[in-house]
Structures are given as C-alpha cells and as structure tokens.
C-alpha cells in the first residue's frame, strides 16, 4: 500500500470522531405532577 | 422530584416542563443511568411514568437468549422488541454494528396505577441511525437524523 495512503488512513482514524456508547438522552412523560 | 432524580447516578442534568409534564435526562459523559432506577425515583417521588423515550447508542448484538439486544455498557443492554424497524437490525446484529436508536423504554399499563417492574423493560424502536457519527438530535420535539 502507498505510505501515503496508508498515513491518510491512520490520520482519519485518529481524528474521526469516536463517541462512546451510552444512554445519550431520556425523556419521560409523567403524571400526577403538581 | 427534580431533586431527586438529580441525586440519582450517572444524572448530569434533569429539566421539568411543568406545562406538558415532560421531564429530560441529561446523562453525564462518562457516567451511567439505570433506567429502572430512575422510573422508581419518580414513583418515589409520588409522580406516575405514563412512558418513557431514550436515546440509547451502543453496539447491535444477539444476546444470550437470542433475542436482538443493543448493547451500551459492556455489563449493559437493552433487549429490542420486534417490530418493522427491528428487522433492520436482525441482518447486522452478527456484525456488531453500531447504531443510535430512540425508542420507547416503558410505557404504563392502561388501568394500573403502580410501577411494575417484575417484566425486564424493551425498547421499542421508534428511529434509528447507523455510522460513526451518526446521531439523532432531539430538539424541541422535533428529531433529526
């Protein structure tokens, strides 16, 4: 493979934005609220 | 119950609308929300859940018993109730791919007042995104994905 390529590769692997896996956001609809 | 739900773990933020009784959890970066946990601090709260949304991203596996599960924690996950946008899912799950899915955790039974958590909770997926950095953004009651 062309080192360049190869260099291109492992930048965008590095700078590609990871997010974590998780609950990102809840929402509940409630009832009997005052 | 504002409070007491901010005390509860994993929480960063909790925003009440008392106009439409809606109530948003902002969970922490690094932290980790039980949802179970968070339904009973509302009953505690002596407020009833009529239905609770959440956007879960994690990686879509098969869990034990075979059922399509997204998992979000290494110790984590959320079984997938079947439905039309499940079956999407059903050809990846042996791939491990990563999806962003908003969909409904609980929902209260019609008649019963109190909180039953004796049947483990399933996500009934009402959207889903696949990718990186695909993400869906739930801003005013509209979603984007």
């Known amino acids: 493979m062309d080192t360049r390529v190869a260099l291109l590769l492992l930048l965008g692997f590095t700078l590609a934005p990871v997010t974590p896996a998780q609950i990102k956001h809840m929402e509940m609809r409630v009832e009997g609220m005052t | ?9 994993g929480v960063q933020s909790v925003d009440v609308s008392l106009i439409d009784g809606k109530v948003a959890i902002i969970p922490k970066e690094d932290g980790r929300i039980d949802p179970p946990q968070l339904l009973k601090a509302v009953y505690d709260s ?8 959440v956007t879960v991203r994690g990686k879509v ?8 599960a ?17 079956k999407e ?5 042996s791939a491990q791919t990563v999806a962003t899915v908003r969909g409904q955790l609980y929902k209260k039974a019609a008649g019963k007042k109190k909180l039953d958590l004796s ?15 695909n993400s ?6 509209l979603v984007l994905l």
């Open chain 2, 70 to 86: 997204i998992q979000v924690e290494p110790d984590q996950s959320f079984t997938i109730a079947p439905n039309e946008l499940s």
């Open chain 2, 61 to 68: 596996v098969k869990d034990a018993s075979g059922n399509l």
């Open chain 2, 119 to 133: 049947v483990p909770l399933k996500l009934l997926i009402l959207l889903l995104a696949f990718g990186l950095d």
């Open chain 2, 46 to 53: 002596g407020v009833s859940v009529a239905e609770m949304v």
């Open chain 2, 89 to 93: 899912l059903e050809s990846i799950a």
């Open chain 2, 1 to 9: 119950m504002k409070k007491h739900l901010e005390r509860q773990s």
């Open chain 2, 136 to 141: 869906i953004e739930v801003t005013s009651g």
